[in-house]
């Protein structure tokens, strides 16, 4: 059996009640953190929380080589955690299609996401969101703007009137000049703001560690979030729609939105 677990958004005690007696009950447990981490926790403290060993796998490890992993599958009882929810990327959805192709049962035992956090912690209804799109670092695109498709899927939904989350760039391994494995970084929402702004006269939402006792959400231009500071990451970005007067409401009184700012709710 290989048991996908979602870690949740911040720190060991993110995870669910049936993610933690999955741990528990594993022969191995593997880790990937390079699509994401939980930045209130290391991996020693997830250790000492399941009181097991994690064996982390970087993206090679999982994309190129995941036999170890599925090999402790087919043995035993083998869990791979991720933050977040498990199988909202697609390399986690390939590393199951590898299992099942060599008859290894698989389970998916979801933590909360980005996604709902930012509806959540902003007050924009989540039926309201268009397609999400990632803004990647310049070098990763190989670029100084900010790539047409990120412009594109934002200025579609907009004209249907819907709500855009942006997902910002993370390097881990991977930095300018390619393989690094001292390499670390994560796109701040100031920088995303600043970048967006030269292409889209628009509000936005910045959203700073999501799933934290002390998440910071803040609304207003993008010209004026480049100037502003967030915090450590993890941070997102939401470009909105259409507002509802209940969202406009929220934007003002959760987000610190500036009357000025926010358009006239529809």
Same mark, same amino acid.
């Given at each position: @059996?290989?048991?996908?677990?979602?870690?949740?958004?911040?720190?060991?005690?993110?995870?669910?009640?049936?993610?933690?007696?999955?741990? *528990?009950?594993?022969?191995?447990?593997?880790?990937?953190?390079?699509?994401?981490?939980?930045?209130?926790?290391?991996?020693?403290?997830?250790?000492?929380?399941?009181?097991?060993?994690?064996?982390?796998?970087?993206?090679?490890?999982?994309?190129?080589?995941?036999? +170890?992993?599925?090999?402790?599958?087919?043995?035993? #009882?083998?869990?791979?955690?991720?933050?977040?929810?498990? @199988?909202?990327?697609?390399?986690?959805?390939?590393?199951?299609?590898?299992?099942?192709?060599?008859?290894?049962?698989?389970?998916?035992?979801?933590?909360?996401? =980005?996604?709902?956090?930012?509806?959540?912690?902003?007050? &924009?209804?989540?039926?309201?969101?268009?397609?999400?799109?990632?803004?990647?670092?310049?070098?990763?695109?190989?670029?100084?703007?900010? +790539?047409?498709?990120?412009?594109?899927?934002?200025?579609? #939904?907009?004209?249907?009137?819907?709500?855009?989350?942006?997902?910002?760039?993370?390097?881990?391994?991977?930095?300018?000049?390619?393989?690094?494995?001292?390499?670390?970084?994560?796109?701040?929402?100031?920088?995303?703001?600043?970048? &967006?702004?030269?292409?889209?006269? *628009?509000?936005?939402?910045?959203?700073?560690?999501?799933?934290?006792? #002390?998440?910071?959400?803040? =609304?207003?231009?993008?010209? *004026?979030?480049?100037?502003?500071?967030?915090?450590? +990451?993890?941070?997102?970005?939401?470009?909105?729609?259409?507002?509802?007067?209940?969202?406009?409401?929220?934007?003002?009184?959760?987000?610190?939105?500036?009357?000025?700012?926010?358009?006239?709710?529809?």
């Amino acid at each position: @059996m290989l048991t996908f677990v979602g870690l949740g958004l911040y720190d060991e005690r993110s995870i669910t009640v049936e993610g933690r007696e999955a741990v *528990a009950d594993a022969d191995r447990v593997f880790a990937e953190f390079y699509t994401s981490k939980l930045v209130g926790a290391t991996v020693e403290d997830l250790e000492s929380y399941h009181d097991t060993a994690i064996e982390v796998r970087d993206r090679p490890g999982v994309e190129e080589d995941p036999e +170890p992993i599925l090999d402790a599958a087919a043995d035993g #009882n083998a869990v791979f955690l991720t933050a977040g929810d498990t @199988m909202i990327s697609t390399t986690h959805v390939d590393l199951r299609l590898r299992a099942a192709e060599r008859g290894i049962d698989t389970r998916v035992i979801h933590g909360t996401t =980005a996604e709902a956090a930012a509806a959540s912690l902003t007050g &924009l209804q989540n039926y309201r969101f268009g397609k999400a799109t990632t803004l990647p670092f310049a070098y990763a695109h190989g670029g100084d703007g900010v +790539p047409g498709s990120v412009v594109d899927t934002v200025t579609d #939904n907009r004209d249907r009137g819907l709500h855009t989350l942006v997902y910002l760039d993370i390097k881990v391994g991977i930095g300018p000049k390619g393989r690094d494995p001292d390499h670390e970084e994560y796109m701040t929402a100031d920088h995303a703001a600043g970048r &967006l702004a030269d292409e889209l006269d *628009a509000l936005g939402v910045a959203v700073a560690r999501a799933g934290s006792p #002390n998440p910071v959400v803040a =609304a207003d231009q993008l010209s *004026a979030l480049a100037g502003r500071a967030f915090g450590e +990451p993890l941070h997102l970005l939401i470009l909105p729609g259409d507002l509802h007067v209940i969202e406009r409401d929220a934007l003002a009184e959760l987000a610190g939105a500036p009357t000025s700012a926010l358009p006239d709710p529809v």
